[in-house]
């Protein structure tokens, strides 16, 4: 008898029957894997997007939407999905079925196209849900993130916490409503875009100063295991920044690691390395110098123990600090 490896809209299948019709209809691919938003996650130079299993947000009824968070230059989303929306090719979409299916089971949405990309904080995406009877909150920000969180018509939330979101992506697919107020085409703007960037820039300059040095460059101290906690962190020499608030310097080159507390005095300009010597100094012109001074006496006027390992150029842009 042979397998039906259809997977037609609105069936309920679970995920093992899922992934054995992929295999049966497209042989040569890799397996399905729900682990992510996509699958699969491949590297970040790939635009390929076999499926999405949208898991999260199972008990919200906009199933035309997707809401991201956690954006990186591994999952690469939103090129991902800018690729997809300008070049109108269709995916496999899928969503976690509703109770009283059983846990691993998911409702095939069919062949899916993105339709939009919005920013959260855009007019076009607040009046898309407000139409729906939900708002969408921005509660607080930070440098790199911002977290929302999405209400009903009962003002509940939708979101079991509030989320780091970064963008919403509206699709299109034979079980879907037609997005209304929504213009086909939008792209997320330099907002979205610019917080994307700093965010991926950050972890790959510090990922490349922790593989040049491995340990704080002044003491030695190794980074714990406990990567919540670390005791050693990259820090950037010169934090200059251009017009959009982006760091003028990026590169490793520019990048010291150190031990959590002498980061904090070497960006506070009160520890500075000599560029010749390698030493290290502390400043002593204010009284609450005087007073953190004991406490570090022990490496005033010693040189870096990875002294050895700052190159040529770092040692430059620490002899423009002082």
């Not at 399905?32 to 996650?41: E, I, K, Q, V």
Request: net charge neutral; aromatic share 10%; proline share 4%.
């Amino acid at each position: 008898m042979r397998f039906n490896y259809d997977l037609l809209p609105g069936d309920v299948l679970s995920f093992d029957d899922i992934s054995e019709r992929y295999s049966q209809k497209y042989p040569d691919d890799k397996l399905l894997t729900t682990r992510g938003l996509l699958s699969p996650s491949t590297t970040s130079k790939s635009m390929t997007i076999r499926a999405v299993f949208a898991s999260k947000d199972c008990h919200i009824p906009l199933e035309d939407l997707l809401f991201i968070s956690g954006d990186n230059e591994r999952k690469n989303y939103l090129s991902r999905f800018e690729h997809y929306l300008h070049s109108q090719e269709s995916f496999l979409y899928f969503r976690r079925a509703q109770e009283p299916a059983p846990w691993n089971s998911w409702k095939v949405m069919g062949e899916s196209k993105v339709l939009a990309m919005l920013d959260p904080a855009s007019i076009m995406a607040q009046s898309l849900l407000q139409q729906r009877g939900y708002t969408l909150t921005l509660l607080r920000s930070d440098d790199e993130d911002e977290y929302w969180q999405l209400y009903d018509r009962q003002s509940k939330p939708c979101f079991e916490y509030s989320r780091q979101l970064q963008f919403i992506v509206v699709l299109t697919s034979a079980l879907l409503p037609a997005a209304t107020g929504v213009m086909p085409g939008t792209q997320v703007g330099r907002r979205v875009k610019a917080r994307l960037w700093q965010r991926a820039s950050h972890l790959e300059f510090n990922h490349a100063v922790r593989a040049r040095y491995g340990a704080c460059v002044i003491t030695g101290t190794l980074l714990t295991d406990e990567l919540a906690w670390p005791w050693v962190e990259a820090c950037h020499i010169d934090t200059r920044e251009n017009e959009l608030g982006f760091l003028l310097d990026n590169s490793t080159d520019n990048g010291l690691f150190l031990r959590s507390d002498l980061q904090r005095l070497f960006a506070s300009q009160r520890l500075s390395i000599d560029p010749q010597a390698g030493t290290v100094h502390f400043r002593q012109t204010l009284l609450e110098d005087q007073t953190l001074l004991p406490f570090y006496r022990e490496l005033e006027g010693k040189v870096c123990a990875l002294w050895s390992l700052v190159p040529d150029s770092t040692r430059e842009r620490l002899g423009r600090k002082l």
